[in-house]
């Protein structure tokens, strides 16, 4: 049957370009507002920390202490400085080492004493399940 996205045209980026010689399926990772987005920080962030967009535009660790803290947008892929820009992703499985669920299969939220981190223990933003002890399956980010 072959690629379907090389039969529809959409087969390859040109070289120089991000995934280039890969096909479109491969290269999913690229399109913005799909599974990820790109956003500038507001402040450094660890790889992994949980992000809501503040009123200047930039994304910061996100605390469940109310709106807009609450507001998660996604996780930090990579850890990086304030003003840097970087990618966050939205939905899917969220892995980190460190995390330690112990409930797996039950809601994880945002934590309400440290910016940025998970907990099992319930507060007012549920962010998805425990997918295994270290990952997270998100709920779909608005």
């Given amino acids: 049957m072959g690629d379907p996205t090389a039969q529809s045209g959409l087969g390859q980026p040109s070289d ?3 995934g280039a010689g890969n096909t ?25 920390h949980a ?23 996604g996780f930090t892929e990579n850890a990086a400085i304030a003003d840097a820009d970087e990618y966050f992703q939205r939905v899917g499985v969220v892995t980190r080492n460190g995390w330690n669920f112990t409930h797996i299969g039950e ?9 940025g981190q ?21 709920r779909n980010m608005a």
């Fill in 16 to 18: 120089g370009e991000a």
């Fill in 24 to 48: 479109i399926n491969l290269n999913f990772q690229y399109f913005d507002g799909l599974p990820r987005i790109e956003g500038t920080l507001g402040e450094a962030m660890s790889e992994q």
């Fill in 51 to 73: 992000a809501y967009l503040k009123s200047d535009g930039k994304l910061y660790k996100a605390l469940a202490s109310g709106t807009p803290t609450n507001r998660v947008i």
């Fill in 107 to 115: 809601p994880v939220y945002l934590s309400s004493s440290v910016g």
């Fill in 118 to 138: 998970v907990t099992q223990t319930p507060t007012d933003t549920e962010l998805g399940i425990a997918w295994t002890s270290d990952s997270l399956l998100l």
